[in-house]
């Protein structure tokens, strides 16, 4: 796939060298991302993690840029409209579910 990327954290991370050793694929996973940047994690989990027919994805981000906050350098750039097309390409695109809401406002809906 041809997605879409400015900030590679995800690439490096110990959590993505390790994961697919450690959770089957195969079996039924269900994934909850709180915070989902321009979705670079985000796929991987949907390419990798999702091949059972009764596995889901489940990302909640607001995707708020907030002036006194010290990610809004971050949230300038159309982080958003990222995260939806290259979701929107990915293996398992009919598994994810986005909630546009705060992690704390989702949670008591769960």
């Not at 690439?11 to 321009?38: A, F, M, P, R, T």
């Not at 991987?44 to 999702?50: G, H, K, Q, V």
């Amino acid at each position: 796939m041809s997605y879409k990327y400015t900030h590679g954290w995800f690439l490096v991370s110990e959590l993505k060298q390790k994961i697919c050793h450690y959770i089957d694929n195969s079996k039924e996973n269900h994934i909850l991302e709180i915070g989902c940047y321009e979705g670079l994690s985000s796929v991987f989990f949907a390419d990798n993690l999702l091949d059972n027919p009764k596995s889901t994805l489940t990302y909640v981000d607001p995707f708020l840029n907030i002036d006194n906050n010290d990610h809004k350098n971050f949230l300038a750039n159309n982080e958003e409209q990222t995260f939806n097309k290259n979701i929107s390409i990915c293996r398992n695109s009919d598994k994810i579910s986005v909630h546009k809401i705060t992690s704390d406002a989702f949670l008591k809906t769960t």
